[in-house]
């Protein structure tokens, strides 16, 4: 399987620029399913009478959901030639993901490291993820490999 053509390579991104996903809103089973998934059923996510005692009033979706959910948001915003994520630096959960609150995720390059002789290349990227009322509940860096164009062969006569 390959990326297709319209994938951006690491040449065509640029410093500052930046991009905005679609929106995913974020269901009961979304949460169910993660609980499941990850083995944490802290009832503060599963259980709305006891999230009625707890200061939110009621069930939050699990931080690490709302990050991966984010991750495949990124899959199209912008439509890169990722190989791998590399790292998260300082990232932090800033407000509370209901059920029904609908997320997205900005990004935005702040540097870029040539690697691999010029195949691949780390981007390091400032990802936000805002939710319906651009409030941002989740923020940090994250840093991942990307391919470069393929340098073409010189055909000399």
């Known amino acids: ?11 065509d991104l640029e410093i500052s620029a930046h991009w905005t996903s679609q929106g995913r809103t974020l269901t009961e089973a979304d949460i169910i399913n993660f609980a499941g998934l990850s083995g944490d059923f802290n009832p503060i996510h599963i259980d709305h009478e006891f999230a009625k005692a707890s200061p939110f009033r009621k069930p939050i979706a699990h931080g690490l959901a709302v990050f991966s959910i984010a991750s495949g948001l990124t899959l199209a915003a912008p439509p890169c030639r ?6 998260v630096n300082h990232w932090m959960f800033t407000a509370p993901v209901f059920i029904g609150d609908t997320i997205r995720i900005r ?9 691999g002789v010029g195949k691949r290349g780390e981007v390091l990227w400032l990802r936000e993820i805002l939710n319906q009322d651009d409030k941002t509940v989740q ?9 470069c164009r ?7 006569a």
């Open 139 to 147: 923020s940090g860096e994250m840093k991942t490999l990307v391919e």
């Open 107 to 115: 990004s935005t390059v702040k540097s870029k490291t040539i690697r």
């Open 82 to 87: 990722i190989l791998a994520m590399l790292e």
């Open 1 to 11: 399987m390959s990326f297709p053509s319209h994938h951006l390579y690491y040449d």
């Open 150 to 156: 393929p340098i073409q062969a010189s055909h000399s």
